[in-house]
């Protein structure tokens, strides 16, 4: 089970934008806007942040620069193997749930994006969302938490957010170097990574640590009824959340088709990039040998990847490394062409299907920490813009919250 965004879920872009599209893009409300957003530029019509870091110059580039200021995630249960289980959706993956819903959850997702307000963004929404509706509300507290929005907007805590306030401790941590992650077990895997936009599909092998060891590593214990999963950040504020189940089972067999690159279908057809080298044994539509895990891969092809830097102009990550996460497929199948490169005219039943299973968006790029679920009780969150590029610079990963030991 895809707990965190079914086969039908898109992750390829953080809330902003999706906010945007409704209630997100204020109209300018007559001064002139001196800075601009550094919030995830996945969405590039969002005007609230824009408005929030021209009123609060301090949190430009902060994870307060960022969807989550005003909208919160959510918790679910799902029923696995007989058993109800607890799963938090992050704010991202909530608010996607309203064009990608998941069936597998038994409460109903949010139909609105009001439904993903958390209590400061309905506050901010009900002043009239302009930068005097911010300075509007800066003496309340919108979250109960016993500081006021603009208290806790100054120490860069969430306003919206009761777990989040000024002078809380850190959540127990444990960072391991490249070095640490190649002393333990190496797994290697061949997998699709099918995109659900992008002009190419991809075959590769990634090699690194499997989750789950890496999480035993820092002291979890996975058959902690308590354990929920993990969030897995990138420095640009990309997340995904994944379920316990996703981390502690196998993945079923993923399977290789061949003849879908633009040498064998042409230019206009073919979507499939493949590796100059094959892994020996591949058989066309049957399963590829070898278990298929929850990997944080430092190797591609045996080398290591190129080093993630954040783009200036689109806000997004170029490159991998120095660690990805890689997601096989829940339900593995045949690749597809991306969404914006459908429908064609090569009439060969390869064009754009919503229903397969697009893992390309859940490899997240450039790796920096990994949450493990739920995270303690009166602790701080991590915070991803501030100190996240300095673990793409010492390539290594931060692993905390529930469970994690110290060192």
Not at 42 to 54: A, K, S
Not at 84 to 100: M, P, R, V, Y
Not at 248 to 257: C, D, E, G, I
Not at 264 to 277: A, I, M, N, Q
């Amino acid at each position: 089970m895809r707990s965190s965004k079914g086969i039908h879920a898109v992750r390829l872009v953080l809330l902003a934008g999706l906010v945007g599209a409704t209630w997100g893009c204020a109209a300018d409300d007559g001064g002139e806007m001196l800075t601009s957003s550094r919030a995830y530029k996945g969405h590039e019509n969002d005007q609230d942040m824009t408005f929030f870091v021209n009123v609060y110059g301090k949190t430009q580039g902060t994870r307060l620069d960022d969807c989550q200021t005003c909208h919160g995630g959510r918790e679910f249960t799902y029923t696995s193997q007989g058993q109800t289980k607890t799963l938090f959706k992050n704010a991202c993956d909530h608010c996607h749930l309203i064009i990608h819903p998941d069936t597998t959850l038994n409460e109903p997702g949010p139909t609105t994006y009001a439904d993903t307000l958390n209590p400061y963004g309905a506050a901010y929404l009900a002043a009239g969302q302009s930068r005097a509706a911010l300075q509007s509300i800066e003496a309340a507290d919108s979250d109960g938490d016993g500081a006021s929005n603009k208290v806790e907007i100054e120490a860069l805590r969430y306003p919206g957010d009761a777990g989040s306030k000024p002078g809380q401790p850190s959540a127990p941590s444990r960072t391991f170097t490249l070095a640490d992650l190649k002393a333990m077990p190496a797994h290697t895997e061949f997998l699709l990574a099918n995109s659900n936009k992008q002009q190419y599909d991809t075959y590769a092998s990634y090699g690194g640590v499997k989750l789950a060891d890496l999480l035993v590593a820092a002291g979890v214990d996975l058959t902690d009824p308590v354990f929920e999963g993990v969030t897995v950040l990138a420095p640009d504020g990309f997340m995904i959340d994944l379920n316990a189940d996703e981390v502690k089972t196998v993945y079923p067999a993923q399977v290789f088709y061949a003849g879908l690159a633009p040498a064998t279908l042409g230019t206009e057809c073919g979507f499939v990039e493949y590796p100059d080298t094959l892994p020996t044994g591949l058989v066309d539509g049957a399963a590829i040998a070898g278990d298929a895990w929850l990997l944080l891969a430092y190797l591609r092809e045996g080398l290591p990847m190129d080093v993630s830097i954040l783009d200036p102009v689109l806000g997004k990550i170029n490159g991998e490394g120095p660690l990805r996460l890689v997601v096989p497929q829940s339900t593995p199948g045949k690749p597809d062409r991306g969404s914006k490169f459908s429908p064609t005219d090569c009439n060969d039943g390869n064009d754009y299907d919503a229903a397969k299973d697009h893992n390309a968006g859940d490899m997240v790029r450039g790796v920096v920490a990994i949450r493990v679920n739920p995270l303690p009780a009166g602790v701080e969150d991590f915070d991803y813009r501030y100190g996240g590029w300095a673990f793409i610079d010492s390539q290594s990963v931060m692993v905390y919250g529930h469970g994690v030991t110290a060192r």
